[in-house]
């Protein structure tokens, strides 16, 4: 061990200084950004899940696989936040990411400062930085996406049982938590390009990494048909359906959206990545005929899918290319290797290096300390800081309604049963015996006849959220409103109901 450790000191040092410095760019402001949306709906789910083993799967009845929430359940009994227990489950996936795709830059280039360097482009990345701090399933998946195409790469050079067990417990750990978990599997034979074809006794290798990789699979569909113990084991397909074309659809259409998907996600891409580290990518591309094979199949590994999702996307999300991006960061870290061992003067270098990194320190700079300034693409600017989606208002809703039923028996109905509403407040006080939520949907023109009842019998509020205006037959006092980052049209209100008579 001692002997392992010394051949590997560098390496293994380098990766925990960047771990400390990434769990305090991941942990700093963690909760600046208000929930989003999807987070409050996952993290509801593994409050419910975490109380009632009998809802360990209720994710499955949005279809959505569980493994998330499944980490989420874990952090909720050490984290007394709900939104930090679910975003660290993120953060963790982050550092695992963080760690994978530096074995992975050495194993593909053998090259230790490749690894390294690739490490801190994760670091920095400002994509990675993003949603390695939020309670959504992508970090999680670029985390197995890394892992996957490591082991998959051992297994083509050097086949093994001990790595088959691994990578199968790893594509398992993928298809558990995201649909698209399966491109790790469907793109197991492109690894076959770093097949050694000309070594002797090729049928046999062969042979041998197809009955490894047939068993890594097989594994982790064992691992997957757990989901069949629930009964809403089907929902998973009829919500795939949701965001992407069935064959049948596809076929009526087949291009017909290709275009617009695929500029839409190289957009989200170029955002992301931004021109310091896609000028690495172009570098690395440029001198294609080093490393070709390795090059080749990275391009595969981020081509292929962003692809298909363009040809099949029905509705898509920056989020869902961050995995894809993930070969292009081993790309990127090639070309800074490259440029180290062709510049001899360290003082350019280190300059080089500064011009290069210096905008991505700028952004990440922006994500950390004032989110409603950082120059995020517009989808996820609106999704997240500026419209609906983002939860602003829901801390400051929560600190009210929690002093207000302090000592005495308060009603909250909210806009929306499902979403933001009510799960940012239930995640916070549904616990609380003195507040009754009650999430609505439709809005009615006038009060329900349990409205008035409650209006009756006690304090009554109200949280609006989407709908900007309050039926015009209600009558109501504003408590309080909070604009949706930078856009002033859009206001989280929370108000209290009256008595129409009164």
């Given amino acids: ?120 482009l994760y670091l920095t990345y400002p994509f990675a930085l993003m949603y390695d701090r939020m309670a959504l399933m992508d970090s999680m998946v670029a985390m197995f996406s890394v892992w996957s195409l490591y082991l998959a790469v051992i297994l083509v050079r050097r086949p093994r049982l001990d790595v088959a067990l691994l990578f199968g417990m790893v594509l398992g750990g993928a298809t558990l938590t995201k649909t698209s978990g399966f491109l790790n599997i469907y793109l197991l034979p492109a690894t076959l390009l770093l097949f050694d074809w000309q070594k002797k006794d090729r049928n046999v290798r062969l042979l041998t990494w197809f009955l490894f990789a047939l068993l890594a699979v097989l594994l982790s569909q064992a691992y997957y048909s757990i989901l069949r113990l629930s009964p809403w084991f089907h929902m998973i397909a009829q919500k795939d359906t949701t965001f992407l074309y069935t064959l049948t659809e596809w076929r009526e259409h087949p291009f017909e959206f290709l275009y617009g998907n695929l500029r839409g996600e190289l957009d989200w891409v170029m955002h ?87 905008y991505l320190v700028y952004f990440d700079a922006k994500i950390l300390l004032s989110i409603v300034t950082a120059p995020l693409p517009r989808s996820d600017a609106g999704q997240y800081v500026n419209d609906w989606p983002s939860g602003w208002g829901i801390r400051e809703s929560v600190d009210f309604l929690a002093k207000e039923a302090q000592d005495k028996e308060i009603t909250l109905f909210t806009e929306g049963n499902f979403g933001l509403l009510p799960y940012g407040i239930e995640i916070y006080l549904v616990d609380d015996p003195n507040l009754e939520i009650i999430g609505i949907w439709p809005v009615p023109n006038e009060y329900t006849d349990q409205m008035e009842e409650k209006i009756a019998e006690e304090p009554v509020y109200y949280i609006s959220n989407r709908e900007q205006e309050l039926p015009w037959k209600w009558k109501a006092e504003l408590i309080g409103e909070w604009n949706k980052g930078s856009n002033t049209t859009r206001k989280l209100r929370l108000w209290k109901l009256m008595n129409n008579e009164s």
């Fill in 272 to 358: 992301y990545m931004t021109w310091s580290l896609l000028v690495s990518v172009l570098g690395a591309l440029v001198v294609f005929w080093k490393e070709m094979r390795i090059k080749l199949l990275l391009l595969i590994m981020f081509s292929a899918p962003l692809v298909g999702l363009a040809l099949f996307g029905k509705v898509l999300y920056p989020r869902f290319v961050l995995f894809m991006t993930m070969p292009l960061l081993l790309l990127a870290a090639w070309s800074f290797n490259y440029m180290a061992e062709r510049i001899k003067q360290k003082v350019v270098l280190a300059l080089v290096y500064v011009l290069l990194v210096s």
């Fill in 1 to 120: 061990m001692f002997k392992s450790y010394k051949k590997n000191k560098t390496f293994i040092v380098s990766i925990t200084v960047l771990l400390i410095v990434y769990f305090v760019t991941r942990l700093i402001n963690l909760t600046a950004l208000p929930i989003f949306t999807d987070e409050a709906i996952y993290i509801r789910w593994a409050q419910i899940a975490n109380q009632d083993s009998s809802w360990r799967f209720i994710s499955l009845t949005d279809g959505k696989q569980p493994l998330f929430v499944w980490g989420a359940m874990i952090m909720l009994r050490f984290v007394t936040d709900p939104v930090v227990a679910g975003r660290i489950v993120s953060v963790f996936a982050g550092a695992g990411t963080l760690v994978g795709i530096g074995l992975l830059a050495r194993e593909l280039f053998k090259s230790t400062r490749t690894g390294i360097i690739v490490s801190f």
